[in-house]
């Protein structure tokens, strides 16, 4: 009498534990096929400035304390200081980031 119904239970285990490891299988198939990484700003710059852009470039917040600001200018020019391969172009922008977020003027604007 016992036996029948633990070969029961033991084939609905078998079932549910397949049903959720299919569906595991293809969630893990559907997420995306790129890595979770840090997104950093692409591009695109504008004419002018905006503190939205200053601060995706440095990828900060645009309300962020001048400390994360000058420590993001400093990662980020690390990266891209022309006297180690980088771009000028890239270097004023970062630059002209860091000085919009500080609410600093120098001239009128890029030299780009």
């Known amino acids: ?18 049903k959720y490891g299919i569906e ?20 695109g710059f504008q004419p002018v400035m905006t503190r939205r852009e200053a601060a995706l470039i440095l990828g900060v917040r645009e309300s962020a304390a001048q ?8 990662r980020v020019m690390q990266a891209n200081h022309p ?4 771009s000028d172009f890239i270097a004023s922008k970062v630059n002209e980031a860091k000085d919009n977020l500080l609410g600093q003027k120098r001239g ?3 030299a780009f």
């Open 1 to 18: 009498m016992g036996t029948p119904l633990i070969a029961g239970l033991s084939v609905a285990a078998a079932a549910m534990a397949g």
């Open 24 to 43: 595991a299988w293809q969630a893990f198939k559907a997420r995306p096929a790129m890595a979770r990484m840090r997104k950093f700003y692409e591009g």
């Open 67 to 74: 400390d994360k600001i000058k420590e993001a200018h400093r």
């Open 83 to 86: 006297d180690a391969g980088g």
């Open 108 to 110: 009128s604007g890029s």
